[in-house]
């Protein structure tokens, strides 16, 4: 079992940055390959980053490519994700999610959520 928390969400001017931080409970951390996710109302809810169990290999949405970092801290059992140039289409419900295993995109392939922090960038 993991459990997750997400923090750092809050409302931001176009252009400007935020930091979501997901910690993890459990001895295991490093057994999960880690995920962001978003939501927004009417939506699916959709793949924004992910990260390998070492943290060496990283894969991205092409909407967020070259604006946002994923990054693991295995010691500390956290993972951030660093949104820069934030725009009004990044607004949503942003989730941390971990499977066992490798990195995958899909939703569906995640075993553990945590509650969601809203990220709303005005224009």
């Known amino acids: 079992q993991v459990q997750l928390v997400e923090s750092g969400g809050g409302l931001v001017q176009a252009g400007d940055s935020l930091r979501l931080s997901c910690a993890a409970s459990?001895?295991?951390?490093?057994?999960?390959?880690m995920g962001w996710f978003r939501q927004s109302p009417g939506k699916e809810r959709e793949f924004v980053a992910g990260v390998s169990l070492d943290g060496g290999s990283k894969a991205y949405a092409d909407s967020v490519k070259g604006r946002f970092t994923i990054s693991r801290d295995n010691a500390k059992n956290t993972v951030y994700l660093q949104m820069n140039s934030l725009k009004p289409e990044d607004t949503a419900v942003y989730y941390c999610a971990a499977r066992p295993g490798s990195l995958w995109r899909t939703y569906y392939e995640y075993d553990y959520w945590g509650q969601g922090t809203q990220v709303t960038v005005s224009s």
């Open positions: 459990g001895r295991t951390f490093s057994s999960y390959a």
